[in-house]
């Protein structure tokens, strides 16, 4: 059972951030850290992330010295994670109990190296609102066309990431450009067509 990393940049989501870390406690797969970029300026809420942090011995926090975005502030955990998965998992998003041991044996079954799975959309109150289907991406054009990939949803092998693949240093869609860099490398993106994910839409959701 090979380790995985799961990636959380924190800017501003103290409503979220337990429920959030609880859902990947849960886990059915066992093998994994958290590792939390603070990515604030403002430390008021550095004290709940490290009472947080005293959940579990698998959770490790970085602090940024200033803000630099969710993208750079995910670089930033992958350099720091010892997985030979990384995870990625906004503040405000939740897993179901299987997500990890589920994806990660069809990933290992198929010898993918990127997946992401279908997702439901949640209100604030975490009311159902909509939800998303997986698709198979095997060309920059079908992504371009629409993109569904809920970046709380995609497992990657960290040899994937090189100096060049990476996060790009830009406000929003940062994930988006990643994803064609990954297709650019003749690299597919393999749906897991299980609703495995709940994505938290709030009023100042970027996506």
């Known amino acids: 059972m090979n380790k995985a990393s799961i990636i959380i940049p924190y800017y501003k989501k103290k409503k979220f951030i337990k429920r959030t870390l609880i859902s990947i406690l849960k886990q059915s797969y066992k093998n994994f850290e958290i590792i939390i970029i603070y990515d604030d300026e403002d430390k008021t809420d550095l004290n709940l992330i490290k009472n947080l942090k005293k959940l579990d011995k698998r959770?490790?926090?970085?602090?940024?010295?200033?803000?630099?975005?969710?993208?750079?502030?995910?670089?930033?955990?992958?350099?720091?994670?010892?997985?030979?998965?990384?995870?990625?998992?906004?503040?405000?998003?939740?897993?179901?109990?299987?997500?990890?041991?589920?994806q990660i044996k069809f990933m290992i079954k198929k010898n993918y190296s990127i997946t992401h799975t279908s997702y439901d959309i949640i209100d604030m109150n975490a009311n159902l609102i909509g939800s998303r289907k997986a698709k198979t991406y095997k060309s920059q054009k079908k992504l371009l066309r629409s993109c569904d990939i809920g970046l709380s949803t995609v497992v990657i092998k960290k040899d994937i990431f090189s100096k060049n693949l990476k996060f790009a240093k830009i406000k929003t869609k940062e994930d988006f450009v990643l994803w064609l860099k990954i297709l650019g490398r003749g690299i597919?993106?393999?749906?897991?067509?299980?609703?495995?994910?709940?994505?938290?839409?709030?009023?100042?959701?970027?996506?």
Do not use: E, P
């Open 59 to 102: 959770i490790k926090v970085y602090i940024n010295k200033k803000n630099i975005g969710a993208g750079l502030s995910r670089n930033i955990g992958i350099k720091k994670a010892k997985g030979y998965y990384i995870c990625f998992l906004d503040a405000d998003d939740l897993w179901r109990k299987n997500k990890l041991n589920d």
């Open 188 to 207: 597919n993106i393999y749906a897991f067509d299980r609703n495995l994910v709940k994505w938290t839409q709030t009023k100042n959701s970027l996506s």
